[in-house]
T-cell receptor, first 113, second 111 residues
Framework: KAGVTQTPRYLIKTRGQQVTLSCSPI?????VSWYQQTPGQGLQFLFE???????NKGNFPGRFSGRQFSNSRSEMNVSTLELGDSALYLC????????????FGPGTRLTVL | KQEVTQIPAALSVPEGENLVLNCSFT??????LQWFRQDPGKGLTSLLL?????REQTSGRLNASLDKSSGRSTLYIAASQPGDSATYLC??????????FGTGTLLAVQP
């Protein structure tokens, strides 16, 4: 099976812009989670989607949003970008059950100038 | 507040040595503990998943243990190789799919 794919792999934006990142889970996986990784804060949970519904949300401002489509593909959007949003954004997918292994994609490296 | 701590933050060993990485967590209601590997600038590769009802899991040269009562997990790497050099992350899984990650251990295996 193909792994989790994320597009684009690299993005450069300027402050105030918005950005949309995409994640395609492993075939058959219905849960998609998003994480932000920075040198200072490490890996932090953003949100999880299952069957097109946000099931869990981390402690991030409302500028961070996401959605999931009927084919389980997910997108996350960050509006009004700030310098501190520069990070590696990772997507993970897993099967239905909450105790299943989570498989991560290669990430999208976002740089905000 | 749930916290996951990894010690040491960095470790350098000569090739061939056996080594242990440590992970401590505060949530006694943990559902599972997952170990990952991350190469520089890359995503995470899942190594082992231990359910809360299990004590250990093995895959090749890797063995992970889980002790819920003490809030600890260890990752044992046998006969280390330069290709094992990476950052190793443990993550606690709770009632949802949200993972709480430790800060990682940067491992360097010297040839």
């Amino acid at each position: 099976k193909a792994g989790v794919t994320q597009t684009p792999r690299y993005l450069i934006k300027t402050r105030g812009q918005q950005v949309t990142l995409s994640c395609s889970p492993i075939s058959g996986h219905r849960s998609v989670s998003w994480y932000q990784q920075t040198p200072g804060q490490g890996l932090q949970f953003l949100f999880e989607y299952f069957s097109e519904t946000q099931r869990n949300k981390g402690n991030f401002p409302g500028r961070f949003s996401g959605r999931q489509f009927s084919n389980s593909r997910s997108e996350m959007n960050v509006s009004t970008l700030e310098l501190g949003d520069s990070a590696l954004y990772l997507c993970a997918s897993s099967l239905v059950e909450q105790q299943d292994t989570q498989y991560f994609g290669p990430g999208t490296r976002l740089t905000v100038l | 507040k749930q916290e996951v701590t990894q010690i040491p933050a960095a470790l350098s060993v000569p090739e061939g040595e056996n080594l242990v990485l440590n992970c401590s967590f505060t949530d006694s209601a943990i559902y599972n503990l997952q170990w990952f590997r991350q190469d520089p600038g890359k995503g995470l590769t899942s190594l082992l998943l231990i359910q809360s009802s299990q004590r250990e899991q093995t895959s090749g040269r890797l063995n992970a243990s889980l002790d819920k009562s003490s809030g600890r997990s260890t990752l044992y790497i046998a006969a280390s190789q330069p290709g094992d050099s990476a950052t190793y992350l443990c993550a606690e899984g709770g009632a949802t799919n949200k993972l709480i990650f430790g800060t990682g251990t940067l491992l360097a295996v010297q040839p």
